[in-house]
């Protein structure tokens, strides 16, 4: 498109080098990476970028006369108390709640779910900046200690502590390098089960987060209680297959461990279990050992998705797309494992979103029907209908409960409501719904006021997070995963496709491409990152911005490109996940006001 009225001024780009030497071949194809110094995060020369580059966004976002009002305003809309669903171990109940602008959600523990509630862990008291999260937790069976995951600025590493409910009281166990990980307990208590990779080489030195290293050799360990992570009991890894994750999940009636592998995005999964309880000397008797845990398999393809519902014994429930794309339950007895039989038939029309055992042998299933979520009660055995629970439009969030309880609580969220938490008794001949608790937003106002392809249809583009290297995204961190995905430029027939869309290898002068029209430029176009974003690293962005602003501005005398093409580049935060309150807000308010200062739009009160 053309440029909009002048609501910024020609913007003076910070130098970046370009190293046309770099250059890679493709099944015979050469791709010059000419920026490929700026995965170097921990070069000063791309600190320096860095630091050039988010002055100049301050000088843009400076300009826009509404940021502190959007400031304010989202501020005042995130102010209102947000409580998840509580949840049940031992005999007690536990839930998370914000009053509003804490930076993290406390977690609380109550004997009764009538009584006053105390607190039980709050992460907002572990940092003075709220960048220290919770990122995983679990409970021992009989609610005596709490196992629960720590990550550090947004990153995906994670730290497990464990405390003695009791008195609140931080044991000396502290597990290093978890990532993509569950904590699952035994039910002696004695431990749990988690995945971490092995420690990188150079760790001492290592802010955990910045490095962009492939993860590689997930494995599985089994931790006791108070003792050094360094005698944990290896329990599973695969170095012929290092690219695979693995899962673990203790059955009900602890009877079971599931291993769930995965190799990438895919909805498939293998599952392999071993019965804990036919160990001769149980876990104890691997302490020092090398020999990994006796694991039978019982489905090794990845051809569709198994998640685990319930098991009686031997027999096993699960949630499957095993030809049925919309889902369905199965069954299947560990004895005679080639024989499996459908419990719900997928249905022909609505999507099996979920299904939980409650209330000895009911299943509490979930469907999106119609783009509305319905929720059944049915028997676990022959999966008959039994009831309808009643709930408007809108989406369900959060399932809680658990097959010895008659009670259930579960999260609504819609257009109308932030969310409520419903609670309702299955032990009765109707079942009805009660609001527990509801989430009460302040007076909303409702109008306070494919870019690569077509940048000329567009005003302004945000793009936060993305995965703009296409034919190198697969070498870092995670990001071996995704070729489930997208593909992989190893592969010939996949390159021919991720060459066509890599935003990075795909940056041209709209002026000089579509019909030769000179007023044609980039939108506006503000990229977001952090730099302790260890899924998609930050060095996805920061090398296109440098090829755009190279390609479309300092490159071209007089250049057609007035709108600016700049980044917010965010500190002590990851891709997302448990980012304070404060940083959501400042963040939401530098998006809004660059896109209402580039698009020209006016502030409108509703109140005057």
């Not at 050469?30 to 860095?50: G, N, Q």
């Not at 302490?287 to 845990?293: A, E, N, S, T, V």
């Not at 009660?377 to 009643?390: A, D």
């Not at 390159?495 to 935003?503: D, E, G, Q, T, V």
Request: aromatic share 12%; with cysteine; hydrophobic share 35%.
């Amino acid at each position: 498109m053309g440029s909009l009225p002048e609501v910024v001024e020609r913007l003076d780009y910070p130098f970046a080098r370009r190293d046309e030497s770099v250059i890679d071949y493709y099944h015979g194809v050469p791709i010059t990476d000419p920026y490929r110094w700026l995965e170097d995060t921990d070069a000063e020369e791309v600190s320096e970028f860095v630091e050039n580059q988010r002055k100049l966004t301050e000088s843009v976002l400076s300009t826009c006369d509404f940021r502190e009002k959007l400031r304010e305003r989202i501020t005042d809309l995130y102010d209102y108390p947000k409580y998840e669903c509580p949840f049940k171990k031992g005999d007690k109940y536990f839930f998370f709640y914000n009053t509003g602008l804490q930076s993290q959600s406390i977690l609380y523990i109550q004997d009764n779910i009538e009584e006053e509630a105390h607190v039980l862990l709050d992460p907002n008291k572990l940092s003075d900046d709220g960048t220290i999260a919770l990122s995983i937790h679990s409970l021992s069976e009989n609610a005596e200690f709490l196992a629960f995951g720590l990550s550090y600025s947004g990153s995906d590493w994670v730290n497990i502590k464990v405390m003695q409910v009791k008195d609140k009281t931080l044991l000396s166990d502290s597990l290093s390098w978890v990532k993509f990980s569950s904590i699952a307990w035994t039910h002696d208590n004695k431990g749990f089960f988690y995945s971490c990779y092995p420690t990188p080489n150079e760790y001492a030195n290592l802010d955990a987060g910045t490095e962009t290293d492939i993860n590689l050799n997930h494995q599985v360990y089994y931790h006791f209680v108070g003792t050094e992570q360094s005698e944990d009991v290896l329990c599973w890894r695969d170095f012929k297959n290092p690219k695979w994750l693995f899962g673990t999940a203790v059955t009900e009636d602890g009877k079971y461990l599931v291993l769930s592998i995965e190799e990438g995005c895919d909805p498939v999964n293998m599952l392999f279990y071993c019965n804990l309880t036919a160990l001769p000397n149980g876990l104890d008797g691997f302490r020092g050992k090398d020999d990994l845990l006796p694991f039978k398999k019982l489905v090794d393809n990845f051809e569709a998705r198994y998640d685990l519902v319930a098991n009686d014994g031997t027999i096993f429930t699960f949630r499957t797309n095993k030809n049925a794309p919309r889902y369905k339950l199965v069954r299947v007895d560990l004895n005679t494992p080639c024989i499996w039989i459908d419990v719900i038939p997928e249905s022909t029309k609505d999507v099996l979103e979920s299904a939980h055992c409650v209330n000895g042998g009911q299943l509490l299933v979930c469907y999106l029907s119609d783009v509305r979520y319905v929720l059944q009660i049915r028997e676990l055995v022959t999966g008959c209908f039994l009831h309808q629970l009643p709930i408007d439009i809108g989406s369900i969030y959060a399932v809680s409960g658990r097959r010895i309880d008659r009670e259930i609580f579960f999260g609504f969220t819609s257009f109308l409501t932030p969310g409520i938490i419903y609670q309702c008794d299955l032990g009765v001949l109707v079942p009805e719904l009660k609001v527990f608790r509801e989430s009460i937003l302040k007076d909303f106002r409702g109008a306070d006021f494919e870019t690569k392809q077509r940048p000329d249809l567009f005003g302004c583009a945000i793009a936060q997070v993305g995965v703009m290297d296409m034919l190198r995204f697969h070498k870092f961190t995670i990001g071996h995963a995704w070729t489930t995905d997208y593909g992989c430029s190893d592969d010939e027939e996949a390159f021919h496709w991720l060459i066509k869309y890599s935003p990075l290898h795909n940056v041209r002068r709209p002026w000089e491409c579509l019909g030769g029209k000179y007023g044609i430029q980039y939108p506006a176009t503000m990229l977001l990152t952090a730099d302790h974003d260890d899924r998609v690293v930050p060095l996805h962005s920061l090398k296109l911005l440098a090829t755009m602003q190279h390609v479309l501005c300092t490159s071209v005398i007089d250049s057609p490109q007035t709108n600016p093409i700049i980044a917010r580049i965010d500190t002590k935060a990851g891709h997302g996940s448990g980012r304070p309150t404060r940083k959501l807000i400042d963040e939401a308010a530098d998006k809004f006001s660059f896109l209402t200062k580039m698009l020209d739009t006016s502030w409108f009160d509703y109140n005057s």
